[in-house]
């Protein structure tokens, strides 16, 4: 069993910046690709940035591009999303996602179906 708990979230204005954690409770951490997703009132999930198990392909959505960084620290199982100048579009529920597939790269924009255990998000919140 996989346990991914987020944490970072909070309310900030237009142009903060935030850095939410991703701790994932999984063996060979360091095998696993890593995705942040988000999911804003009334709209589908999608995907914002992941990384490969390597740390050395990442990928991100055209909205975040040059304002979001994805990366991840093996030592400490841990996965993070750092966000700059937050507009009030980025507002959503942020979900962290493992993907089990051992020695994934995402080279390309990888799917939901690709990622197995999610945590339960966390809160995004950008004033105007």
């Known amino acids: 069993q996989v346990h991914v708990v987020e944490s970072g979230g909070g309310l900030v204005r237009t142009g903060d910046s935030l850095r939410l954690s991703c701790a994932a409770s999984?063996?060979?951490?360091?095998?696993?690709?890593m995705g942040w997703f988000r999911q804003a009132p009334g709209k589908k999930r999608e995907l914002v940035a992941a990384?490969?198990?390597?740390?050395?392909?990442?990928y991100y959505s055209d909205s975040v591009k040059g304002r979001f960084t994805i990366s991840r620290e093996v030592a400490e199982n841990t996965a993070y999303l750092q966000m700059n100048i937050l507009k009030p579009e980025d507002t959503a529920i942020y979900y962290c996602?493992?993907?089990?597939?051992?020695?994934?790269?995402?080279?390309?924009?990888?799917?939901?179906?690709?990622?197995?255990?999610w945590g339960q998000g966390t809160q995004v919140t950008v004033s105007s």
């Open positions: 996602a493992v993907a089990l597939l051992a020695y994934m790269e995402v080279n390309t924009e990888p799917t939901e179906d690709e990622f197995d255990y």
């Open positions: 990384i490969g198990w390597s740390g050395s392909t990442t």
């Open positions: 999984a063996p060979s951490f360091n095998t696993y690709a």
